[in-house]
């Protein structure tokens, strides 16, 4: 069943984030407000930060085994990792925020929305495959690092460092 739900969710987060971004340019609004459009910008560029950043996270700390970087063999708490613990889907779901910012009309807008529901829902899936593989480790390192929130994050992250 778990990889019919895996299968449905990313045909249809393909679907919505691929349309998302095509009708981001086929409806870009050139009257739209250049402040909003510029918070949009910002946003994708951290969004690029996040999706990015664990990649050479997981390959220098992660002890990948096999088919990529994300098959690894330990728990990785450390780089992108000690500030969220699901940045790529988080990247993704700033990205459903920032093409709405950018392309400013409400078409955008939905599919942005409906994508940001399903990488979140799939970031509770995610969790408990997670906490399968690495048990009560993974369970102690969720309670001291958000899900997604980045500002909350940052903030424990500064914390946690302030302490040492």
């Known amino acids: 069943m778990k990889n019919v739900k895996t299968i449905i969710s990313g045909t249809l987060l393909t679907i919505v984030a691929v349309g998302q971004i095509i009708l981001s340019f086929l409806l870009y609004n050139e009257n739209g407000n250049p402040i909003v459009c510029n918070i949009g910008w910002i946003i994708m560029w951290i969004s690029a930060i996040f999706g990015w950043l664990p990649i050479p996270t997981f390959k220098k700390w992660g002890k990948p085994k096999g088919k990529g ?3 690894t063999t330990v728990l ?3 780089g992108v990792y000690a500030i969220v613990r699901h ?3 988080l990247a993704g779901m700033l990205m459903g925020l920032a093409l709405p ?3 400013q009309h409400w078409i ?3 599919l ?3 994508a940001i529901f399903i990488y979140y829902v799939d970031t509770i899936e995610e969790e408990q495959s997670t906490i399968e593989k690495f048990g009560e480790k993974y369970e102690q390192y969720a309670e001291s690092v958000p899900r ?3 500002v ?3 903030v424990r992250w500064l914390r946690r460092r302030g302490k040492h």
Do not use: E, K, S
């Open 69 to 71: 970087y994300i098959h």
């Open 76 to 78: 990785v708490d450390r």
């Open 87 to 89: 940045p790529q889907y």
């Open 101 to 103: 910012l950018i392309a």
């Open 108 to 110: 955008v807008a939905v």
């Open 112 to 114: 942005g929305a409906i």
């Open 148 to 150: 997604v929130n980045f």
């Open 152 to 154: 909350l994050g940052i």
